[in-house]
């Protein structure tokens, strides 16, 4: 339960940060985009406050033995680029640009009942599970050629 609890309050804590820095809005996200036009630098401002908040953060957990709710850290150990990540960040960063939208702003955007939100994800969950999809089949086509 506490970590259920910890995750919800993270959740709210990220949402609320969100909402308040006005990335919910998809005109603004996509005015930073629009560089010859009407650009708005305050996305670049939450980036770089949120990288300022996670770089300190890291700092002090990782001097942790252990997380609070956790035996162990679960930290990446790939260093490598492969397809599905460049494939993923690109579909990733062409959706982020046509919609405005990235996960982090739509679901929050849901609360406030943003139609577009609920569109967005929507095709986002669809993308999720075409994916997911892609994967199998191509696993299943791999493993049959090494049997």
Do not use: Q
Request: aromatic share 10%; proline share 6%; glycine share 12%.
């Amino acid at each position: 339960m506490p970590r259920i609890l910890s995750a919800l309050i993270s959740g709210l804590i990220f949402g609320a940060g969100i909402a308040i820095s006005g990335m919910i809005n998809p005109a603004k996200v996509l005015n930073f985009f629009d560089i010859a036009g009407s650009w708005d630098p305050s996305l670049a401002f939450v980036m770089g406050g949120a990288l300022a908040v996670t770089a300190v953060g890291y700092f002090l957990v990782l001097k942790r033995a252990a997380p609070v709710f956790e035996p162990k850290f679960y930290l990446p150990t790939r260093k490598d680029l492969d397809l599905p990540l460049l494939a993923g960040s690109a579909t990733f960063g062409i959706g982020w640009g046509i919609a405005g939208f990235c996960p982090g702003g739509a679901v929050p955007a849901i609360g406030l009942m943003k139609a577009e939100a609920f569109i967005f994800v929507a095709a986002m969950v669809g993308g999720i599970a075409l994916a997911r999809l892609i994967r199998r089949a191509t696993s299943a086509k791999t493993a049959s050629k090494h049997a």
